[in-house]
C-alpha cells in the first residue's frame, strides 16, 4: 500500500513537469475561439476559417500559391483558408542587438519581433507569446504579407519580443514588429519610409493543418 502511493505520488509530479507551459496570448486565442490556429495541442478545423465562437483577431487568409520550394509548402494538398493576424497598428522596425531569443542584426537578418507581454518582467507565466522566461517560440518561423497582397509574403523567423507599449492580448497578441532587413525587402512606400513603419501588415505561424510543420506551432 505505501510503495502505491509512493508510485502514484510520482506519477502525478511527473505529469506536472511534462506539462507544456502555453503563453499568455495561446491560453487567449484558446477562451477565445476554443482552439488555436496553427497549434498541436488545440488545433482549429482545418475546413473552417473561424470555430465556434466569432474569430474578431483574424480574418480569411488564402495560403500564397509562390511558395519558395525552400519552404517545405505543398500548396496542392495545402489548405485554402486559414485564421491570419491583422496588426492594429503599424509595424515598426527594431533596432536589433540582444534579444529575447539571442543576438540579431536588424540591418541583415529578416525577422519579426512578438509581443513580451503586459509587463517587463522575465517570469514566464507574463509571456505574451514569450519573453526571457519562455522562450518557446523563439525561431519558429511565421508568414508576413501585406494584407490582400499574397504576392508579398515572406517566410522570416521569430528572433526578438516587443513590449509594443500595451498590456493588452488582444492588442499585442496581434501586433508585429520587423527587422530593417525585412522592412526594407517590403519597398517600403514614401510614407512608410518617413515614419519607419510599415502598414496593414498581416502574419501568422507557419503551421498550416496538414503540413507538417508541428515545430513551427505556436505554444
Known sequence: MHHAIILLGLASMATVVLARQHSICYDFYLKQDDCVYGSVDKPCPDKNASSKKAC???????????????????????????????????????????????????????????????????????????????????????????????STVQYVPIVDSCGFGTTSPDFGCRQIYVTRALYDSFNPTQHELQTGALYNITWDFNNPPHSGKDYNAPI
Request: hydrophobic share 25%; with cysteine.
Open 56 to 150: 474578431s483577431s483574424g480574418s480569411v487568409f488564402k495560403y500564397p500559391t509562390n511558395s519558395l520550394p525552400e519552404d517545405g509548402y505543398d500548396s496542392a494538398a495545402a489548405p485554402k483558408m486559414t485564421r491570419r493576424y491583422d496588426t492594429p497598428d503599424k509595424s515598426f522596425f527594431v533596432a536589433g542587438g540582444q534579444g529575447a531569443c539571442g543576438f540579431y542584426n536588424t540591418n541583415s537578418q529578416l525577422g519579426v519581433c512578438i509581443w513580451s507581454g503586459p509587463s517587463s518582467s522575465s517570469d514566464s507565466t507574463q509571456a505574451g507569446w514569450l519573453n526571457g522566461g519562455l522562450k518557446d517560440n523563439c525561431h519558429k518561423q511565421v508568414y508576413i504579407q501585406r494584407e490582400g497582397q499574397p
